[in-house]
């Protein structure tokens, strides 16, 4: 429901000065990601979201998207648009329509970060360029990519951030949800080999209908796996994954140990990993519960759940992961971990989370 509220002299100017002194960020991309990364911020009030650039050029089409949202459902607060901007609640919003960032104008908005959460690989390589032409100054990007200045998960490798790192990735969510187990569990026992089987919910490049499917990274490029470009809402599709390609990118001694396999499911939302790990040595299964239980109960990224749970209920959850404790199970040297996470709202979490960082450094 729609809500308003009368707020007195002395709040609006509050609320004036906090958005002064708030970081100024721009979202770069108004999909699914930049959408749950801006509720979030509206949840927590982070930033000040000065600028959203994306392809779509009817602002009522983006603010109706993000009022109405069919997986999250309907936004809580308020919505309204012009034809140039966006209100959240309080805060108001300019929306451009530039299929290139470079052509954006955000130094006419003093942004501080851009959010590039396109998911096309191309603009990491702008970001770059906008960061040395001094137009910006730092620029998170929503996927793993080899052209930025450093990848981080985290909770994992976040403090090797330096103050030299301005175009950051924040990987991808699988990795983000998977990383912090295969440390922990790395650092404390040592991972000789293993395999990865993730669980991901559609995407908007899929079908609804057999057809090509065309990349989203890559647009205009046509995926070669032709099984891709099946309907989505019948069938378990297997697909090659980049997720050990992104956790090797911030876990170095991992690279070459684990093999890794993917299916696109006919779900909406909530992925899952099924990670099996051959060990240097043999451990009881109550030692690895306690030992995973302890690190989670420690990390401000990963849960625990001991109940008997499906994946609908990990909707909205902000955390990388949660570690169904129910099927952690062992074989001598042998283990099977499944966790869950939402591929969209705990990853976005994690975007908002990296850029805090970035302004701290």
Known sequence: ???????????????????????????????????????????????????????????????????????????PGIVMNTESKITINDNTTVCTAFHNMLEVPWEDHSVDIIIDSS???????????LVEEGRVKKIVVTHSSKVVDHEVIMGVNDETLTAEHKVVSNSICDAN??????????????????????????????????????????????????????ASIDSLIPKNTTAMTAVERVLPDLTGKI?????????????????????SREIQQEELKGFLERKCNNSRYVKVNTESLVSLDYEQEESSAVLDMQWVNVCGNTVKIILWYDNEWGYSARVLDLAKKLTEI
Do not use: C
């Open 177 to 230: 949800a998977i990383a912090h187990i295969m440390k922990w569990i790395d650092d404390e026992y040592g991972i000789e080999g293993g395999a990865l089987t993730t669980l991901h919910p559609w995407l908007s490049y899929q079908n609804l209908v057999d057809g090509p499917a065309i990349s989203q990274a890559n647009p205009g490029v046509v995926w070669t796996d032709f099984a891709l470009g099946r």
């Open 1 to 75: 429901m729609e809500y308003s509220f009368k707020k007195s002299n002395n709040m609006n100017n509050m609320n004036n000065m906090n958005k002064m002194n708030k970081i100024r960020i721009a979202i770069n991309g108004f999909g699914r990601i930049g959408r749950a990364i801006a509720k979030i911020n509206d949840q927590h009030n982070y930033f000040d979201l000065v600028l959203i650039n994306d392809t779509n050029p009817f602002v009522d089409n983006l603010a109706y998207l993000f009022k109405y949202d069919s997986t999250y459902g309907r936004f």
């Open 259 to 279: 093999l890794s396999f993917s299916y696109r499911i006919p779900t909406g939302i909530v992925a899952s990993s099924d990670i099996t790990l051959n060990l």
């Open 119 to 129: 998911g096309v690989e191309l603009n990491a390589v702008d970001a770059k360029r």
